[in-house]
Structures are given as C-alpha cells and as structure tokens.
C-alpha cells in the first residue's frame, strides 16, 4: 500500500517541506534508508544521517532546522514530536497487518463462550466453558484461554499465550508469546515432617486496560483475591509477579524483573533490568529503580531514584561507588601512613 506525504502528513497534522506528492510503500531506520520508504528523526545524536539517507520522507520535529543540504527527493514533514508521531503510524501499520475475523479450523471453542464480533482465532487455540471474548480480540494459534476467563475488546493473544481460569483481561491489551497469565502463586508451608504443603491458589489475576505482557513474563494469580496490574502498565519480556502484587498505573519494567508476593506499586514506576523486589512492601509513585537493584523495604518518598543492592538513594550510591572504586588508594595510603608512623614511633623510641 502507498500513501503521499500530502496524506501522512493530514493523518498526523503535519507540515511538508518539500514535495508532497512523494509517496512511501515502507518504513525504515533513519540510517538505513531506501528510496520508497518513510523513517523519523527525533534524537539530535542521528541528525548526521538525514544529510546521506535515501528515505524519500523524514518525519522531524517541529523545530528541526537543516544545518546542511538534505539529499535530493527528500521530504520532510514536521509535526510537534517525531517520535510520538512515528509510533502512531506504527500502531496504523500493525493495525493494517491485523488478522482477517474468523474462527480458524481445528481450534475449540467451548458451546458455553461468548465471542464477541470480528473476533479472530487460530488453529489449535482453545476456549474453555463460559469464557468471554470481546469484540475484534484477536487469539493467535496455540493458545489457551482457560475456564471463565474474560477478555475486553481490541485484546491481541499471540501463539502460545495461557491464561488460566477466571482471569480477566481488559481492553486493548497485548499479550506477548509464552506469558503465562494466572498461574499458581508460589505458595508452600512447612508440615512437621519437613516437607513442603502446597497452599491451594483461589485467586485470580486481573490486568486492566491497555496493558503489554512481554515473551514468556509470567503473572500468578493470588492465594486469595486478586493480583492486579492496572491501566497502562508495561511490562518486558522475562518478568515475574508473585501472588497478591498489585502494580499501579503506567509503571514499566524492563526484562528479568521478579517481584515477589504482596508487594504493592505505586503509578508511573520505572523499574530497570534485573531487579528484584522483596515481598509485603510498598513503592511509592513514580520510583525509580536502577537496573540489578535489590529492593528490600519499603520505599516511602514519592519520585526517589534508587540504585544498588540493597538498594538506595541514587546520589548516595554513586558516592559510596566512588569511594568504593578508590579502596585501592586509600588502602595504599593507610599502608603509607602506618609506614611512616612506626617510623615515628621507633626514631622516638631510639632517642627516648
């Protein structure tokens, strides 16, 4: 499909610089341009490659301004935030590339569901009994979705996706390959004779509106109530929430976080790779966490940065680093000092 840049540039109000009769079939990296294709400039450390790319259209922030001669044919259009601009014709683009709606052979789909309008579901996907599936979700091939299990409209499922029983799923949700919605909360007791009781899992898992699950992240269900992510929040692929987390709103975390039971988020957290975070606790709105933190308390200071494990405040740690990568020194001069005080003390000591 071709679009002109008199067209994208009505879809994103956007103002043309150059020809707008220009037309794109493709989209491409600033820095690996084609003739035929539309790419966007918005971190200043890539504005050298808008002056050598073949790209016929450059999306660029309003207030870009050439400080060279672009390369011929090329037509910029400028819009408030490149960025944001640029993922709204992603979201267009995937929108397009959307499964057509229909029930695939060889999937099941349980005689007691409900499935909504425009629904697409693939082969060898299963619906269990009085599951509800909203209008235009969409269930890629070998996935599970388990008894009772709700599902908002506009929900993508992609291959390999479990939700288990009586989970609910809003609208506008994307749930990646191999997450794992629901599943038992990792809870064991002791007997007297040493081993491990299970605690039975009745709970469930809700992830409200417009919420991403990465590849293979695992979200288990609570012991008694729910484990709740709210609206908005992100999560990357490898990530672990325990039993009875709730996550507020719009927090992000990158890959290979693992939170463990209880532990109640605030919103708008931002959480980096490889942290981990005790359980029964409580983050404030809008923390940061420093990628291979160990959080193991409370954090009570609404927009703290932490860093470390344990971790803490952000500008103590990065002065306890400095003085940790100076040890060396300060070892060589405590050794010096302690050198020439014994030589103090025996030159005393002869004179004595």
Same mark, same amino acid.
């Given at each position: 499909?071709?679009?002109?840049?008199?067209?994208?540039?009505?879809?994103?109000?956007?103002?043309?610089?150059?020809?707008?009769?220009?037309?794109?079939?493709?989209?491409?990296?600033?820095?690996?341009?084609?003739?035929?294709?539309?790419?966007?400039?918005?971190?200043?450390?890539?504005?050298?490659?808008?002056?050598?790319?073949?790209?016929?259209?450059?999306?660029?922030?309003?207030?870009?301004?050439?400080?060279?001669?672009?390369?011929?044919?090329?037509?910029?259009?400028?819009?408030?935030?490149?960025?944001?601009?640029?993922?709204?014709?992603?979201?267009?683009?995937?929108?397009?590339?959307?499964?057509?709606?229909?029930?695939?052979?060889?999937?099941?789909?349980?005689?007691?569901?409900?499935?909504?309008? /425009?629904?697409?579901?693939?082969?060898?996907?299963?619906?269990?009994?009085?599951? *509800?599936?909203?209008?235009?979700?969409?269930?890629?091939?070998?996935?599970?979705?388990?008894?009772?299990?709700?599902?908002?409209?506009?929900?993508?499922?992609?291959?390999?996706?479990?939700?288990?029983?009586?989970?609910?799923?809003?609208?506008?949700?994307?749930?990646?390959?191999?997450?794992?919605?629901?599943?038992?909360?990792?809870?064991?007791?002791?007997?007297?004779?040493?081993?491990?009781? +299970?605690?039975?899992?009745?709970?469930?898992?809700?992830?409200?509106?417009?919420?991403?699950?990465?590849?293979?992240?695992?979200?288990?269900?609570?012991?008694?109530?729910?484990?709740?992510?709210?609206?908005?929040?992100?999560?990357?692929?490898?990530?672990?929430?325990?039993?009875?987390?709730?996550?507020? *709103?719009?927090?992000?975390?990158?890959?290979?976080? =693992?939170?463990?039971?209880?532990?109640?988020?605030?919103?708008?957290?931002?959480?980096? =790779?490889?942290?981990?975070?005790?359980?029964?606790?409580?983050?404030?709105?809008?923390?940061?966490?420093?990628?291979?933190?160990?959080?193991?308390?409370?954090?009570?200071?609404?927009?703290?940065?932490?860093?470390?494990?344990?971790?803490?405040?952000?500008? /103590?740690? +990065?002065?306890?680093?400095?003085?940790?990568?100076?040890?060396?020194?300060?070892?060589?001069?405590?050794?010096?000092? *302690?050198?020439?005080?014994?030589?103090?003390?025996?030159?005393?000591?002869?004179?004595?």
């Amino acid at each position: 499909m071709e679009f002109s840049a008199q067209q994208i540039a009505d879809i994103l109000n956007g103002q043309i610089v150059g020809d707008a009769a220009t037309a794109v079939s493709g989209l491409s990296k600033i820095e690996e341009g084609k003739p035929g294709t539309l790419s966007f400039l918005a971190n200043p450390k890539y504005e050298d490659y808008i002056y050598t790319t073949k790209s016929s259209i450059v999306i660029v922030n309003a207030d870009f301004s050439p400080q060279k001669e672009l390369p011929g044919g090329c037509t910029l259009i400028k819009v408030p935030e490149a960025y944001t601009a640029f993922a709204k014709l992603l979201e267009m683009y995937d929108q397009a590339m959307a499964k057509t709606p229909k029930i695939e052979e060889m999937s099941y789909v349980s005689p007691s569901a409900k499935i909504g309008k /425009d629904v697409y579901i693939g082969a060898f996907a299963y619906v269990a009994d009085n599951a *509800e599936i909203g209008d235009n979700v969409q269930i890629y091939p070998n996935s599970y979705i388990g008894d009772n299990v709700k599902i908002g409209d506009n929900t993508v499922v992609y291959s390999g996706v479990h939700v288990y029983r009586d989970c609910i799923i809003g609208k506008h949700c994307t749930l990646h390959s191999g997450a794992i919605i629901g599943a038992d909360g990792f809870g064991f007791a002791p007997n007297s004779e040493n081993n491990y009781q +299970k605690v039975p899992q009745i709970g469930n898992t809700i992830l409200e509106d417009h919420v991403s699950i990465g590849a293979n992240t695992t979200v288990d269900r609570a012991t008694l109530g729910s484990t709740i992510v709210k609206k908005g929040v992100k999560l990357d692929n490898l990530v672990q929430i325990g039993h009875n987390v709730v996550i507020g *709103e719009n927090t992000v975390m990158a890959a290979q976080v =693992g939170i463990a039971g209880s532990t109640k988020l605030g919103k708008n957290i931002m959480i980096g =790779g490889q942290v981990g975070i005790v359980g029964h606790i409580e983050i404030a709105d809008e923390v940061k966490i420093g990628a291979q933190s160990g959080v193991g308390k409370t954090i009570r200071k609404q927009g703290e940065t932490v860093l470390g494990s344990p971790a803490y405040e952000s500008e /103590d740690y +990065k002065k306890a680093y400095m003085g940790f990568r100076r040890l060396p020194f300060i070892l060589n001069k405590l050794r010096e000092l *302690e050198n020439e005080l014994n030589q103090l003390k025996e030159k005393n000591e002869s004179n004595g």
